[in-house]
């Protein structure tokens, strides 16, 4: 079995490199020759993570036409390269990129098997309730081209949960069984380090964090408007700005530029730390605070990668909106807190219920998630990933 994996930017820092590299490693430590095919070359080793100042918000004309550059670039090379690999991995591609790249396959007669990660399910628009704008229109035909070329071959469709597969399956008209569900890689070893080795780490890469000894709730992962940065530090502001309340403590490379609205009035129990925390250090991080909390707002459908890699993995109770898999996780697994997205007071009053509550109330919370991570480790993960070529599922 020869497999690529195609992931035009697998060198970004972030989600884009610890799944890429995190999926390549255990891949070929089952043995399996495999390279990663991304817009800058193939990758037979994947050793660092870059920093890179170009711009891809897709939100913006000039973000949107370099990331589409670069996945056509990248469609471009597997092309020229398709008689070295019988099999493909697609990450992070966007969909037109991916159905041109389908497309043109079938013409050349190509003849591997081919999974498709799919991470949100966006392809169902209401133009009379959403209104018509370029990106709305943009996905509308990509939605339309992409269910199309999705039946050229005997494709697999991997989603990150069982909320994912069910609405994909309805808006691509997909069969259920052939999406298989992925989820983000969790678990593994978690060293522990002392309060002066935190300090010392987190002075060393000049990560701003708490200084005061009292109660953490960490929102980790890049600052987005969907993921309800703006929305919690309202709540902070209004509910928790008293010397004794806890801290909301926001990590992650800021995406959407929302340091300085969040910043703007925010009480001092709001710490800011808005780029990346070295890879290394992401554990640093979540054993400096108490809980994990996720307000992301009620239209994301985005997975729940910080959900399991973080919280879960790292033993910290989570407190999340119940929206997408991480609500499904909250609510039916019982794996964490929930609370209604977007509603001030619920947020309000679940915060003072976990605070209230001795540690040994969540104990066994707390120990399900780790659980649950652990059995969707990264070799778990790259295990499906191999299944999903199998002609049955």
Not at 11 to 18: D, E, I, L, M, N
Not at 114 to 128: G, M, R
Not at 307 to 329: D, I, P, Q, T, Y
């Amino acid at each position: 079995m020869k497999i690529a994996i195609i992931q035009p930017t697998p060198f970004r820092k972030g989600h884009y490199y610890v799944y890429t590299k995190s999926l390549f490693n255990e891949l070929r430590n089952f043995k399996y020759k495999v390279n990663i095919i991304s817009a800058a070359k193939v990758y037979r080793y994947l050793d660092k993570e870059n920093t890179s100042n170009l711009n891809f918000n897709i939100y913006s004309i000039k973000g949107l036409i370099l990331y589409l550059s670069l996945c056509f670039i990248t469609i471009l090379r597997f092309v020229y390269l398709r008689k070295n690999y019988n099999r493909l991995i697609i990450l992070d591609c966007e969909y037109s990129c991916v159905s041109f790249l389908l497309i043109i396959l079938k013409i050349l007669r190509w003849k591997g098997k081919i999974t498709v990660q799919v991470n949100a399910p966006n392809f169902e628009y209401n133009f009379h309730n959403q209104g018509i704008n370029f990106f709305r229109i943009l996905k509308f035909i990509q939605s339309f081209i992409f269910k199309f070329s999705l039946n050229l071959f005997d494709i697999k469709i991997s989603c990150l949960g069982q909320w994912h597969k069910n609405l994909l399956s309805k808006q691509l008209s997909f069969k259920k069984e052939k999406i298989i569900v992925i989820e983000d890689g969790g678990g593994g070893i978690i060293r522990k380090f002392s309060e002066k080795e935190l300090i010392y780490n987190f002075e060393k890469e000049s990560i701003n964090y708490p200084k005061y000894n009292k109660k953490i709730f960490l929102l980790f992962g890049n600052l987005r408007k969907d993921k309800g940065h703006l929305f919690i530090t309202s709540v902070w502001n209004e509910f928790f700005n008293k010397p004794d309340d806890p801290y909301l403590w926001i990590v992650g490379h800021d995406e959407e530029k929302l340091s300085r609205k969040i910043l703007e009035g925010a009480s001092k129990n709001v710490v800011i730390h808005n780029s990346y925390v070295p890879f290394e250090l992401i554990s640093c991080v979540y054993q400096k605070a108490d809980f994990a909390i996720l307000p992301y707002l009620s239209h994301y459908s985005g997975g729940s990668g910080p959900l399991m890699k973080g919280a879960f993995s790292h033993s910290k109770l989570a407190l999340v909106s119940n929206v997408s898999e991480m609500g499904r996780l909250a609510k039916e697994e019982n794996l964490a807190e929930y609370f209604i997205p977007e509603d001030s007071k619920n947020v309000f009053s679940s915060i003072k219920k976990i605070l209230e509550k001795k540690e040994e109330y969540y104990t066994d919370k707390i120990e399900m998630a780790f659980r649950y991570a652990n059995e969707r480790n990264w070799s778990n993960l790259s295990r499906k990933f191999i299944n999903s070529f199998k002609s049955r599922i």
